[in-house]
């Protein structure tokens, strides 16, 4: 694909104001939404962050003693009214599917729709027909962002990967890495490979990952993690990531009840973020208790399925246990 502006951004947006999926509603009317729309006057250039900040704070969250999560929902509209522009590239993910636009007018204010929290909007022109891509035609980083907790995230790192999800997806290449993956996740969930096999599998894969330190946890020791690793971000901060490593088949998906054994671990552990990693799916209620878990807690999960899972596999060959 071709693209006119030189050197543009990339974002993820969630459309979803208020927990509610208006995805359809976007598609038709052509723009990309946000929400907060109570927080009147945000289109005014002269607002420096913390003048913004106070906005959305006030209108929001003004018994809260912090700018904690005001800070990240002003994160979220700020890119989205300040950083995002005419010509940027836009990806929406919407169930096991995105949609790719590109944005064509500036941010606008349209106070008719405050009851509906859907007044922030930009117009767009929606790319690859208007039609849905897959989540598995994108490479696992690209899945990994579309799984944002919040509402607008930066993708610019990741730009080729969205234009190459928007070119034709029968090639042979992309056949086969389709293929590939199924065959990969397929053989986890049916092939020589027991609970703990998947845990020291898992363990691999955070090496592979970067992780060092890393600990597979006796089962007489588990307090809810199965696997504990250390990462180290520009060389000098440290984050400790507690791992539920779930080895199911697609059903039952990993529930709610998942994430919670994963809290108990993250606490005994004292970690920093979270991940399941399961070879089977994930359902939507625990997609749901971590979005809530970051929104009121601003506690981080990621949470890895199958497939993600067998996209992960190839791109970084691990083959060792």
């Known amino acids: 694909m071709q693209i006119q502006k030189p050197n543009p951004k990339a974002f993820v947006l969630r459309i979803a104001p208020g927990g509610k999926d208006i995805v359809s509603q976007a598609l ?150 389709k293929l590939l993956v199924q065959r990969t996740i397929q053989e986890i969930r049916t092939g020589k490979m027991d609970g703990a096999g998947f845990e020291r599998f898992v363990a691999s894969l955070l090496a592979k990952l970067g992780g060092n330190d890393i600990r597979v946890i006796p089962h007489m020791q588990d307090k809810g993690a199965d696997v504990v690793a250390r990462f180290r971000i520009a060389g000098t901060i440290q984050l400790t990531v507690a791992v539920q490593a779930k080895h199911y088949k697609p059903k039952p998906p990993v529930g709610k009840k998942v994430v919670d054994t994963l809290l108990q671990g993250m606490e005994a552990e004292s970690a920093d973020i979270g991940m399941i990693i399961t070879s089977g799916t994930i359902s939507s209620e625990a997609y749901e208790f971590v979005q809530e878990l970051y929104e009121k807690e601003r506690i981080k999960i990621e949470l890895i399925d199958g497939e993600q899972l067998g996209a992960l596999i190839l791109e970084y060959g691990i083959t060792r246990l």
């Open 28 to 177: 038709e009317d052509n723009d990309l939404i946000i929400g907060w729309a109570e927080a009147k006057g945000l289109l005014d250039d002269g607002l420096s962050w913390q003048a913004f900040r106070k906005i959305v704070h006030d209108q929001y969250y003004s018994e809260d003693k912090n700018h904690r999560r005001s800070g990240i929902a002003t994160g979220h509209l700020w890119l989205f009214i300040r950083e995002m522009s005419p010509g940027d590239i836009v990806v929406v993910p919407h169930g096991s599917e995105f949609y790719v636009g590109e944005v064509t007018g500036p941010a606008r204010y349209e106070a008719d729709k405050i009851p509906s929290d859907t007044a922030y909007r930009r117009s767009v022109k929606w790319l690859y027909s208007r039609q849905p891509i897959p989540r598995r035609f994108a490479r696992a980083a690209l899945q990994s962002r579309m799984k944002i907790q919040g509402a607008c995230a930066d993708a610019t790192d990741l730009l080729e990967e969205i234009l190459n999800a928007l070119e034709t997806t029968t090639t042979f290449e992309e056949d086969l890495h």
